[in-house]
């Protein structure tokens, strides 16, 4: 006679599993869930987004200048922070450096045009929106405007497209080869760390190579946007490597859902982070993704200017990402000599 564990029916499915139907209702509802955070990451950054304190420029007579900054935080409160400059050069320096992303100069003559001085290359977005102002003060005032943009984008790509549209494989050649080598070298540290190394320039030159070729959204500075791209790329591989060395799965679980829904859709490489929602562009400037961004916006139209608290930001995550290694390296030892 075959006897049957109480534990299980007569067909070998444990009995405490719920029916298939029960089972088939949750899994819709975890998909749904899954879909709806998604779209929440990704959609609500744009759909609430808008200036927040976006840095500009007023260079010209400091009454005139204060009257203008005063008609601005009438017409859109919090929308613009507003530093005063004794000229239109050192305005222009002053965005050059990245201080601040635009700004208009008033004439010093009477009948002078005003000049609307914009950056295309530090967000094409903010650049639209300051000549938009620009058009909205000449007509307003009675005052000739004219347009001068200091970071032109590229001809073969006028509305800065490449760039915005490289957030989401930037942030997956983060992820991927660290999931990869997780799993398949789980308990081979060197092996990661060298292969992660090794595979950071090499996306960092073909991303680059597919902006400046195939898309021209960059003309100059190949180089360093390649390391830009390099940095960025190793810092986000390399932490999300150590969270996986030392917490296994889990670890790149979590890695992978703060990279995709925080750190992707903060990024602020679609727009600018003061254009996202009050504080959450400053986070997105403290995580791989943002930081990379505006690495990128750095080397592509400014020559490296403004880089060094990216810079910054980069080599702190590579440094945790290391710290967790070696902590899951030790640990590992330790349990083999035990």
Wanted: net charge neutral; glycine share 12%; with cysteine.
């Amino acid at each position: 006679m075959v006897t049957t564990s109480s534990s299980r029916t007569e067909h070998g499915t444990p009995k405490h599993q719920p029916p298939p139907a029960v089972q088939a209702a949750g899994m819709i509802v975890a998909i749904t869930a899954v879909l709806a955070v998604l779209a929440l990451a990704f959609a609500l950054p744009a759909t609430r987004s808008g200036p927040h304190d976006v840095p500009v420029g007023i260079a010209g007579p400091d009454a005139a200048g204060g009257q203008l900054a005063d008609s601005l935080q009438h017409t859109a409160p919090g929308a613009f922070a507003v530093t005063y400059y004794p000229s239109e050069d050192a305005l222009s320096a002053a965005m050059l450096d990245r201080e601040v992303y635009g700004g208009i100069a008033l004439p010093t003559e009477p009948g002078a045009p005003a000049t609307v001085l914009t950056a295309s290359g530090a967000s094409p977005v903010v650049a639209q929106l300051i000549s938009q102002l620009g058009t909205q003060i000449g007509a307003h005032t009675g005052m000739p405007v004219q347009t001068r943009d200091l970071a032109p984008l590229p001809t073969r790509d006028p509305r800065g497209a490449g760039l915005a549209a490289a957030a989401l494989p930037i942030t997956l050649a983060g992820l991927l080869p660290a999931i990869a080598l997780v799993l398949v070298f789980r308990r081979q540290p060197g092996i990661q760390v060298a292969a992660a190394v090794a595979f950071a320039p090499v996306a960092g030159v073909t991303i680059a190579a597919l902006l400046r070729y195939p898309l021209g959204s960059i003309d100059e500075n190949f180089w360093r946007v390649a390391g830009a791209l390099t940095l960025g790329i190793g810092a986000a591989v390399l932490f999300l490597l150590g969270l996986g060395s030392l917490f296994g799965k889990a670890g790149l679980a979590v890695g992978a859902l703060l990279a995709l829904l925080v750190g992707n859709p903060l990024s602020g490489l679609a727009s600018a982070p003061e254009m996202l929602p009050a504080g959450w562009g400053q986070l997105g400037q403290l995580l791989p993704q943002g930081a990379t961004a505006t690495l990128l916006r750095s080397t592509t139209a400014f020559g490296g200017a403004g880089a060094t608290a990216p810079v910054a930001v980069l080599m702190c995550w590579v440094l945790a990402g290391a710290a967790l290694i070696a902590v899951a390296a030790l640990r590992h030892r330790k349990a083999v000599s035990l």
